[in-house]
Each structure stands twice: as C-alpha cells, then as structure tokens.
Antibody, heavy 116, light 110 residues
Framework: VQLVQSGAEVKKPGESLNISCTGSGYTFSNYWIGWVRQMPGKGLEWLGIIFPGDSDTRYSPSFQGQVTISADKSTNTAYLQWTSLTASDTAIYYC??????????WGQGTLVTVSS | QSALTQPASVSGSPGQSITISCTGINSDVRGYTYVSWYQQHPGKAPKVLIFDVNKRPSGISIRFSGSKSGDTASLTISGLQAEDEADYFCSSYTRSTVWVFGGGTKLTVL
C-alpha cells in the first residue's frame, strides 16, 4: 500500500489550489481516504474523508465549507481543494487510508505555503 | 468537538517506562470507544502504534501498549530507546464526532 501526494505549493492569498493523493497497491475504491492538517509546529486536525467508490464525503464541522474533498476512482486519486486560500491555510496536509476506526497508511504530506 | 488534551511533553531515560495521557475521550451511543495513537518523527508522516484502545498493528513493538479508564486513554512505552524520541498523538473516533486528535506530546529520551 502506498499513498503518494503531490509536491509542495507556494501560493498567494486568494488563489485556488488543488492537491492530490494517489493510491497504489490496493483497490483504491474500497477504502476511505481522509485528509489531516498539521499547521507549523502544531498538532493534527482531521478535515474530512471520502469513499472513492461512491464519493460519499464527510467533513469536520471546523472545515465544512472551507475545503472540498473529491476523488477520481479511475485514476486512484483523491483531492483536497481550496477556492480562496488565506495565510492560515499554511500547513502540511496529509492523506491517509482509513482502516476501521483509525488511519493505517499515510501519504508523505504536502506542504502548502500561502504568503503574499 | 475540542481537541483531546495531552501533556505537552514527557521525558524518560533509556530503559525506563513512560505513560502519555489523553483526556476527553467520548464513547458513542453504544458505549464503544475507539482510540488510536500515532508516532511522528520530525519531518515524517504519522505512524499508527495502537488502535481500538489497546491493539497493535502488525510490526509494532510490544513495548508500546494502550489502555483506557473513564474519559482518559493512555499510551505506555516500556524499555525506552533513543529512537522513541518523537511526537505522539492520540485520536478518538465516534460516529457523531468522527475523528478528533489530541494536541500532541513531545517525548524526550534523556
């Protein structure tokens, strides 16, 4: 099982962004993929989760409306999207494969830097 | 739901045992509690150590163990080794709140 995330991004406030997470070594459609944020020097925060098989998506109340999670099962890829970034979105974002009630496999992380 | 509460830091000498607490664990309506613990070395992704309160994934050392009493879960690391120096995060899952993480604990091996 491997989750490979897209590379680091540097964006300006107000710009849009789409980062990706591509799974391999398993049937991508059959496992939930979650997204987790880690702001600089801080703890982990769960943003939301998607089931690629039918695109059923759940969001943390703290992030509902702030980000959009999607998936393309034909390319084994999940996405995390912003329409208008702010400086407070600066963080490392991890995707992780759910196993029952925990996250079993993690991507390497994508650093997003938002600065004018 | 607010983040779970962990001590900011703990320390111990090689060979000793340490325990990291995680307070604020809720059970779901059926009374089930799902707690997991993650280890994160600097610049690396988190790695699961414990799930379902006290179960270890394949390949995780028996030096790592988990428990729960009331609303507090605990991670114990026995026989501390230098490689255990890392950040540790607890997480709880319920159907209503879904996933919540703790603020993290930095373990220093003296």
């Amino acid at each position: 099982v491997q989750l490979v995330q897209s590379g680091a991004e540097v964006k300006k406030p107000g710009e849009s962004l789409n980062i990706s997470c591509t799974g391999s070594g398993y049937t991508f459609s059959n496992y939930w993929i979650g997204w987790v944020r880690q702001m600089p020097g801080k703890g982990l925060e769960w943003l939301g989760i998607i089931f690629p098989g039918d695109s059923d998506t759940r969001y943390s109340p703290s992030f509902q409306g702030q980000v959009t999670i999607s998936a393309d099962k034909s390319t084994n890829t999940a996405y995390l999207q912003w329409t208008s970034l702010t400086a407070s979105d600066t963080a490392i974002y991890y995707c992780a494969r759910r196993m029952d009630n925990y996250f079993e496999h993690w991507g390497q992380g994508t650093l997003v830097t938002v600065s004018s | 739901q607010s983040a779970l509460t962990q001590p900011a830091s703990v320390s111990g000498s090689p060979g000793q045992s340490i325990t990291i607490s995680c307070t604020g664990i809720n059970s779901d309506v059926r009374g089930y509690t799902y707690v997991s613990w993650y280890q994160q070395h600097p610049g690396k992704a988190p790695k699961v150590l414990i799930f379902d309160v006290n179960k270890r994934p394949s390949g995780i050392s028996i030096r790592f163990s988990g428990s729960k009493s009331g609303d507090t879960a605990s991670l114990t690391i026995s026989g501390l080794q230098a490689e255990d120096e890392a950040d540790y995060f607890c997480s709880s899952y319920t159907r209503s709140t879904v996933w919540v993480f703790g603020g993290g604990t930095k373990l220093t091996v003296l």
